[in-house]
Nanobody
């Protein structure tokens, strides 16, 4: 089992920045991929960025050039740096951890942290 705790959300003006943090604890040795998803009101949850245990990253098109995901393996923390924020970035951001492979894959989620970007 993996537990995830997010922090760092808040209210920011257009063009501002925030850094989200996600602390993982429990069976962190089993984590293959950690990622950030977001869900805006009335919309489906979508991937924002992900990082593998090997350090490879993947970004949604909307995040490229503005957001950066990073991981502190020693502290079991994954960060999401949000720059040049826009009102359409307003959402609840969720941390995700994947363990296992194929049919053994499990997903764990944090409770979410809200990001609100004012125009």
């Amino acid at each position: 089992q993996v537990q995830l705790v997010e922090s760092g959300g808040g209210l920011v003006q257009t063009g501002g920045s925030l850094r989200l943090s996600c602390l993982a604890y429990g069976s962190t040795f089993s984590i293959n991929v950690m990622g950030w998803y977001r869900q805006a009101p009335g919309k489906q949850r979508e991937l924002v960025a992900a990082i593998t245990s090997g350090g490879s990253t993947n970004y949604a098109d909307s995040a490229k050039g503005r957001f950066t995901i990073s991981r502190d393996y020693a502290k079991n923390i994954v960060y999401l740096q949000l720059n040049s924020l826009k009102p359409e970035d307003t959402a609840v951001y969720y941390c995700n951890a994947e363990t296992g492979w194929g049919t053994s894959r499990l997903d764990f989620w944090g409770q979410g942290t809200r990001v609100t970007v004012s125009s």
